[in-house]
C-alpha cells in the first residue's frame, strides 16, 4: 500500500490554518499531527515548506458536455482541467444530449465517468414538466440531487408548469436545485431590445434583459414553494444583491432546508467588464453591477450564501463570437476558479479559512458527501499544495480546456497550484498528469 508524508504544511481546514504533517496511506488521510516521521525508506516524503495544503475543491456546478455536445468539452478534458485548478470532485449538469431525464441516460453517464474522468465524479438528475415517474426511480443515496431550469439556459429544459413544479417539490426527498430567472421578464425585455436594436443588440444589455427582477421574482417563488412543500431548495449561481435577502444565516448549514451559492464569475466580474470581455462573459444568470458583486461577497462572507462554485460551462470561441442573439450562455471556470478566489484572499477581500470553508466543506455538508470536503484522518486524500508566491499568467498554451479559451486570458495570478492528490494518489504536478484512474463514484450520507 503506498504511502507519503507531507511535510511543514501550512494546513487549512475547518476555520483554523496550522503547521504540521499529514500521512496518506493508500486511499485515505492516516495521520495528521505538528511532526510525523517516515518509519520506511518506501514512504514518499513531499517537503510542503511554505505552502497551503487544504482539501480538495468540490464543485458542486459543472456542465462537461458530454454526451452530445462533445465538440465544445467532454468529461475527460474538462475534469483534467479541473484536478489542475485544485477542483477534486464535481458535480454535473443534466443539459447534455441527450438530457439527463431518464435513469438509463443517467447510468450511461455515470458509465463514461467511470472510464475517463481524472476528478471524482456524480451527476445531477434533470427534471421537466412531464417526467415525474422517471424523478421517482432515482436512488437519493447514489445520486447528488435534481437539477430543475426555472429560467431556460443552455438546453432548453425550463420546467415551466406551476403544477407540475409543485409535485415535484411535494414528492421528491432529493435535493432540488435552481436555476432561477422569470422565464416572461426576460422574454418582455428581450422583445423590447429586439425591436430597438435588430440583431445588434449590444451585450451591455445582458444584464438588463437577464434582469435582477428576473432572477429575484424567479429565487422568491422557488423559496416561498419549498416553504410551503418543505423541500430541500438550493439556489444556484445567484447574481444580485437583492437576492441574497431571501436567506439566513441564523441557522447551521448542516439544519438548512433553504441554501444557495455564488459563481466565481459574479464575485470577479461587473457589467463594466461587457465592453472589453463582450460575449465571453455572457452567462445565465447575467453578470450585474459593482454594488450587486459587492453584495454577493457580503452574503459569502456572513454566510448567507452557503457555497463558491463555477458554473463551467463551455462553449468553443466561434459560437461564442457570435453576435448578443445568437451567442450562447456560458463559459469554462474550473481550471483558474481557485487562483481566481485566492487572488481576492491577496486583495484583502476574503481569508483562506473562508475559501475552505465555502469551497471544500461546504458543498460535503450540503450535498453530505461521504469522508471527503475535510482533511480528517480516516477521510479520503483528496488534497491541494498551494504555492500562494508563485506568480503565473494564464495563456493560450496553458489553458486545458477543449474550448481552448478562457475569460481570465491574461489574468496573472499570485498562487499556483502546485499538486493535487486525488483518493491518496498524486495525479497532478505543475502542469503534470500522472495517475489518471484514481477518481471514484461520490457517495453519499443519506
Request: aromatic share 8%.
Amino acid at each position: 500500500m503506498k504511502t507519503t508524508l507531507i511535510k511543514n504544511a501550512r494546513i487549512a481546514n475547518e476555520g483554523t490554518i496550522f503547521k504540521g504533517d499529514l500521512l496518506i496511506k493508500g486511499e485515505y488521510i492516516e495521520q495528521i499531527d505538528e511532526s510525523i516521521s517516515a518509519k520506511s525508506s518506501d514512504v514518499v516524503v513531499i517537503d510542503a515548506e511554505a505552502k497551503l495544503l487544504m482539501p480538495g475543491v468540490i464543485d458542486d456546478q459543472v456542465h462537461f458536455r458530454q454526451p452530445g455536445l462533445t465538440h465544445k468539452a467532454d468529461i475527460a478534458s474538462e475534469s483534467k482541467a479541473a484536478i489542475a485548478g485544485g477542483i477534486t470532485s464535481f458535480i454535473e449538469m443534466p443539459n447534455t444530449k441527450p438530457q439527463t431525464t431518464t435513469v438509463e441516460n443517467l447510468e450511461e453517464k455515470f458509465e463514461i465517468a467511470s472510464k475517463t474522468s481524472f476528478a471524482n465524479y456524480s451527476f445531477m438528475f434533470g427534471g421537466t414538466n412531464n417526467n415525474l415517474d422517471e424523478i421517482l426511480k432515482v436512488d437519493t443515496k447514489t445520486v447528488a440531487g435534481l437539477k430543475l431550469f426555472l429560467g431556460s439556459s443552455t438546453g432548453n429544459m425550463l420546467v415551466d408548469d406551476p403544477e407540475v413544479l409543485e409535485k415535484i417539490f411535494k414528492s421528491t426527498n432529493m435535493i432540488i436545485s435552481v436555476h432561477c430567472e422569470d422565464e416572461t421578464t426576460i422574454k418582455q425585455n428581450l422583445k423590447k431590445d429586439i425591436e430597438k436594436y435588430g440583431d445588434d443588440i449590444p451585450i451591455g444589455r445582458h444584464p438588463i434583459i437577464r434582469s435582477e427582477e428576473a432572477c429575484y421574482i424567479s429565487s422568491s417563488k422557488a423559496i416561498e414553494l419549498a416553504k410551503k412543500t418543505g423541500a430541500r431548495l438550493h439556489v444556484f449561481h445567484l447574481s444580485t444583491g437583492k437576492e441574497t435577502q431571501l436567506f439566513t444565516n441564523k441557522i447551521p448549514l448542516k439544519d438548512k432546508k433553504i441554501t444557495s451559492e455564488v459563481c466565481v464569475h459574479h464575485l470577479w466580474f461587473s457589467d463594466e467588464d461587457y465592453e472589453k470581455k463582450g460575449t465571453l462573459i455572457k452567462w445565465n444568470p447575467a453578470i450585474k453591477t459593482k454594488t450587486d458583486r459587492k453584495k454577493l461577497l457580503e452574503a459569502l462572507l456572513n454566510d448567507r450564501i452557503d457555497v463558491i462554485a463555477t458554473d463551467h460551462a463551455p462553449h468553443t470561441l466561434k459560437e461564442k463570437q457570435n453576435n448578443y442573439t445568437e451567442a450562447p450562455s456560458g463559459g469554462p471556470l474550473v481550471q483558474h476558479a481557485l487562483p481566481a478566489i485566492l487572488e481576492m484572499y491577496h486583495q484583502d477581500k476574503i481569508s483562506i479559512e473562508k475559501i475552505v470553508e465555502k469551497m471544500c466543506h461546504n458543498p460535503a455538508i450540503l450535498f453530505q458527501i461521504e469522508k471527503r470536503g475535510f482533511i480528517k484522518e480516516g477521510y479520503f486524500a483528496d488534497l491541494v499544495l498551494i504555492d500562494l508566491n508563485n506568480p503565473w499568467t494564464v495563456k493560450k498554451d496553458n489553458i486545458l480546456y477543449k474550448c481552448g479559451w478562457s475569460p481570465f486570458e491574461g489574468t496573472t495570478f499570485k498562487s499556483r497550484i502546485t499538486h493535487t492528490f486525488l483518493n491518496g494518489t498524486l495525479v497532478y504536478n505543475n502542469f503534470k498528469f500522472f495517475n489518471t484512474s484514481a477518481a471514484k463514484r461520490l457517495t453519499f450520507n443519506r
